[in-house]
């Protein structure tokens, strides 16, 4: 029979594994010095960007990390961590962890990973200043439809010269 801590360990380190195949990006922060209430607010902004902070023993998310993969991430696992699971768009929630990171400093991100690519703490900040998707939609959007409009303002003028070219010709004309 085993005890209950090898089985809570073993239940953590699958919820982990499943967690990762599950996820598009996972963020390992380091918590040491942040008071619950806050933790607990973290978790809810995280929520509304459909992400999730899981806090485990660190032996057990480095063998989880070892076992889906991503052993380049052990090394961040060091003192209080946790790991952010992201299901959908990175950006907002690398947004939000910094916009954390600035009201309460204690909270480090460490590093993660994006579709199995190492992303160091640098990466993820330079994540955090991209303009949001609907942005860089419109951005393209204006881009592909520059040239197209710029066509039209031309063909338009000059279809405006040659009208008043005949106009000026039908003048001298009388």
């Known amino acids: 029979m ?10 953590s380190e699958n919820r982990i594994k499943d967690t990762l195949k599950e996820s ?7 918590y040491s010095g942040v008071a619950s209430p806050d933790l607990c607010s973290l978790r809810q902004t995280l ?7 899981f806090v485990v023993k660190n ?7 070892k076992e889906s993969g991503l052993e380049s991430l052990v090394k961040g696992i060091e ?20 916009d954390f990171v600035k009201e309460h400093e204690h909270l480090k991100i460490e590093g993660g990973s994006l579709k199995k690519k190492v992303l160091e703490k640098k990466d993820i900040e330079a994540m955090s200043k991209l303009p949001s998707k609907e942005v860089l939609r419109a ?5 592909l439809n520059s040239p197209i409009s710029g066509l039209v303002i031309t063909l338009n003028q000059v279809l ?8 000026q010709i039908r003048q001298n004309k009388h």
């Open 139 to 143: 951005h393209v959007v204006v881009t």
């Open 47 to 53: 929520k509304g960007s459909k992400a999730s902070l």
């Open 160 to 167: 405006a010269k040659f009208v008043y070219c005949i106009d």
């Open 79 to 98: 003192g209080p961590c946790g790991l952010v699971f992201i299901k959908d768009e990175p950006v907002p929630v690398s947004k939000s962890l910094f």
């Open 2 to 11: 085993k005890k209950l801590g090898l089985i809570f360990k073993e239940a």
């Open 24 to 30: 598009e990006a996972v963020f390992i922060v380091r």
């Open 59 to 65: 032996s057990v998310a480095r063998r989880a990390l």
